[in-house]
């Protein structure tokens, strides 16, 4: 992910978080004025029954987004018995976990610490080039951060799952942190045609927020990368996060811009 979109990531996130807040402090001011022994009568009023409506479409998609964060963290602990289950092992100066498993897996877990896991299956099955080409698309995810930046955006898409076009933003996300990981291999030395073989080899896994693997996004829109290297990456999700923090901000803005309208004189609604 670019620096432009985790910045804009960044931002809808924390607009997320404040947009509610802001969009009631209207509301929180006035009764404050009006003291506490006149709020009854204050919140029969129209107009501030309004404002908690503007307040309440801030607060839709936070919860959304609240909700997404904590069925992920709440699905941490099998990543810990995997970790505990595993067995530290390195090659060519790359250092990973060995899973005890027949299967090709070879897949980057963790958000603050993330490390690389590599199964049995795929150190018998890749072997040395392979394998190397596997570990070095696994470094790129580890380097940048990727599986935190991408539970980030999932949570995002979830918390949006009303706009119709969130869901192809996250995928186009996703598919373009593992392009830009394989050009990572490929700049670290890999032949396109070992790391070909890798993802073709290895197994597919079901997507984890927690985990960025070998297999993850389109992958034949990959190897066809792999192959074309002339083959553009997707474009990025930038403006879009940012049109949504935009959206997330508007409810607030108007929320005060009403009550600055009031204070003037030139609207009735406080």
């Known amino acids: 992910m670019s620096q432009s979109s985790r910045l804009a990531l960044v931002t809808l996130v924390a607009a997320l978080m404040l947009a509610p807040a802001a969009a009631l402090h209207p509301v929180v001011s006035h009764l404050y004025v009006a003291g506490l022994e006149n709020i009854a009568t204050e919140l029969t009023h129209l107009s501030l029954l309004a404002f908690f ?97 991408r539970l980030l955006l999932r949570a995002i898409g979830r918390g949006f799952a009303f706009v119709p076009w969130i869901s192809e933003v996250v995928e186009s996300e996703t598919l373009r942190t593992e392009c830009e990981a394989d050009d990572y291999a490929i700049r670290g030395g890999a032949r396109r045609l070992d790391l070909f073989d890798a993802i073709v080899a290895a197994s597919n896994l079901s997507a984890n927020p927690l985990r960025a693997g070998l297999t993850d996004g389109d992958t034949e829109f990959r190897l ?47």
């Not at 987004?65 to 595993?86: E, K, N, Q």
């Not at 092992?89 to 250092?95: I, K, L, R, V």
């Not at 897949?107 to 890749?126: C, D, M």
């Not at 474009?235 to 996060?241: F, K, M």
Request: overall charge positive; hydrophobic content about 55%.
């Open 53 to 149: 409506a503007i307040a309440l479409v801030s607060v839709f998609p936070a919860v959304g987004f609240a909700i997404a964060m904590y069925r992920v963290v709440s699905r941490s602990a099998p990543l810990r018995a995997i970790t505990s289950h595993s067995q530290p092992a390195q090659m060519d100066g790359f250092h990973y976990r060995r899973l005890s498993s027949d299967a090709i897996v070879v897949f980057t877990a963790g958000i603050l610490r993330p490390a690389t896991f590599v199964s049995l299956g795929a150190e018998r099955a890749l072997g040395g080039a392979k394998l190397r080409a596997a570990l070095l698309h696994e470094e790129a995810h580890r380097r940048s951060r990727d599986v935190m930046w």
């Open 224 to 270: 066809v990368r792999l192959v074309h290297p002339e083959v553009p990456l997707p474009g990025r999700p930038t403006r879009h996060l940012l049109a949504l923090a935009a959206a997330v901000a508007l409810p607030a803005l108007v929320a005060h811009v009403l009550v600055f309208a009031a204070a003037l004189g030139t609207s009735h609604w406080i």
